[in-house]
């Protein structure tokens, strides 16, 4: 994901995430890590004819990596795009020797909870009230050993 890419990428999230849509300013904080000997984040975009039709986040520190974000676009969705990103976030925690990664789901997004078990990832916990401002709980879910899970089609940064 570069800079250029926010606008396309904030109409998406607003469109699949309205009541807790990042904002601008939370791509600009998280693409400023991004980049350089120092990155402790990998974001990314999928396009279709000249679209973005998802896009994804890790940040890393130190062991353990965290899935900041997944999204696609509805008329993708059931495509393996999904797949396709998060396969691209477990090799950059892989690359970023990463020993676990965690994430927090909507206790509401079964679709979700599915692909991320479908990749070895386990429910370890909840958070209460984790996304605002509709109070739906998180489940937390935490994958061991992310560099036997990757698989698939790279996705371009």
Known sequence: MRWWDIDPVL?????????????R????SELAHSRGPAATRRYVVAESEGRIVGYA???ASGELADVQT??????QQSSGLGGRLLTDLLRAATAFECREVMLECRVDNVRAQKLYERFGFAPIGFRRGYYQPGNVDALV??????SASVQGTEING
Do not use: H, Y
């Not at 109409?11 to 904002?23: C, G, I, R, T, V």
């Not at 997944?70 to 008329?75: G, T």
């Open 141 to 146: 879910m935490r994958l061991t050993d992310p």
């Open 57 to 59: 986040g890790l940040a």
């Open 11 to 23: 109409e998406l999230e607003k469109d699949l995430f309205p009541e807790d849509a990042w904002s």
């Open 25 to 28: 300013g939370m791509f600009w």
């Open 70 to 75: 997944i999204a696609v676009a509805r008329d």
